[in-house]
């Protein structure tokens, strides 16, 4: 089992930054790669950004690309997501997801969530 713990969310003026961290623990060898989704009220859950846990390799989202950063820094079992330029669309509940495939869809663990409030 793998547990997550989000933290650094907050609120924010359109145009700020804010950064989340996600911690790990339990069996985190076992993970291969993490992710930030987010989610609006009445709205599905959506993809921010992935991260593979060996290379490093990110994917984002079109709506966040060039404005977010995902990193991971594995001695800490942490995965950061660095958000600039904020926007009040990006207002949302922010979760971190890690699993032991990479590509997947279909998260094994998630954090309880956190939130981000973007104001204009």
């Known amino acids: 089992q793998v547990q997550l713990v989000e933290s650094g969310g907050g609120s924010a003026q359109a145009g700020g930054s804010l950064r989340l961290s996600c911690v790990a623990s339990?069996?985190?060898?076992?993970?291969?790669?993490m992710a930030w989704y987010r989610q609006v009220p009445g709205k599905t859950r959506e993809p921010v950004a992935t991260i593979t846990t060996r290379s490093g390799t990110p994917i984002y989202a079109d709506s966040v690309k060039d404005r977010f950063t995902i990193t991971i820094e594995n001695a800490k079992n942490t995965v950061y997501l660095q958000m600039n330029n904020l926007k009040p669309e990006d207002t949302a509940v922010y979760y971190c997801?890690?699993?032991?495939?990479?590509?997947?869809?279909?998260?094994?663990?998630w954090g309880n969530g956190i939130q981000v409030s973007v104001s204009s």
């Open positions: 339990g069996a985190v060898s076992s993970i291969n790669a």
């Open positions: 997801a890690a699993d032991h495939a990479v590509g997947t869809k279909n998260w094994n663990y």
